[in-house]
T-cell receptor, first 113, second 117 residues
């Protein structure tokens, strides 16, 4: 069984501030972890993924995430928010070769000027 | 050109009508999926298919059916639409992987916004 919890359905930051979106997972097997972004009226786009290589994963648009097994976390960060980062972000977990990708409920990021 | 396309992009229909949502992909992937997205609920899996002859129910398949017409095409049908099927529907694809090991990274279409009145 696997599950994802995203803490905070809505996060608001100022332009230039640190972005931190939290994701905790549960998985009975070593997980693969993903962050997807959804811009308004668009589909989901992969930001980054953890596939059991380096624990610090760098993605597109300056985002990165760190896999912490002891904390069962995969938080998404960006040092300096830009207005164009405003979107909904989804964390997802896949259990190895398991077909299933389980999504969190999403976090809406608002960036204030 | 988009790798995963969905038609229509928007659809308004009435209760009781039959409606079909279509998905096509040019990625050459063997696996295809249908999800629905509702505000505050994330994405929930409706059906998935590992190949043309393999169709499986997801967590919320009641009221839906699917057809995998070819490796590249996967359609979702609502036989008799009801208002609580109003949602954003996404098609996705993934690749089994050359070694048989799949991270199950999925690639999404742009979505179909369905409204049932």
């Amino acid at each position: 069984a696997q599950s994802v919890t995203q803490l905070g359905s809505h996060v608001s930051v100022s332009e230039g501030a640190l972005v931190l979106l939290r994701c905790n997972y549960s998985s009975s097997v070593p997980p693969y972890l993903f962050w997807y972004v959804q811009y308004p009226n668009q589909g989901l786009q992969l930001l980054l993924k953890y596939t059991s290589a380096a624990t610090l994963v760098k993605g597109i648009n300056g985002f990165e995430a760190e896999f912490k097994k002891s904390e069962t976390s995969f938080h998404l960060t960006k040092p300096s928010a830009h207005m164009s980062d405003a979107a909904e972000y989804f964390c997802a977990v896949s259990g190895g070769s398991n077909y299933k990708l389980t999504f969190g409920k999403g976090t809406l990021l608002t960036v204030n000027p | 050109d988009a790798d995963v396309t969905q038609t229509p992009r928007n659809r308004i229909t009435k209760t009781g009508k039959r409606i079909m949502l279509e998905c096509s992909q040019t990625k050459g992937h063997d696996r295809m999926y249908w999800y629905r997205q509702d505000p505050g609920l994330g994405l929930r899996l409706i059906y998935y298919s590992f190949d043309v002859k393999d169709i499986n129910k997801g967590e919320i398949s009641d009221g839906y059916s699917v057809s995998r017409q070819a490796q590249a095409k996967f359609s979702l049908s609502l036989e008799s639409a009801i208002p609580n099927q109003t949602a954003l529907y996404f098609c996705a694809t993934s690749d089994t992987g050359t070694s048989g090991k799949s991270y199950n990274e999925q690639f999404f279409g742009p979505g179909t916004r369905l409204t049932v009145l």
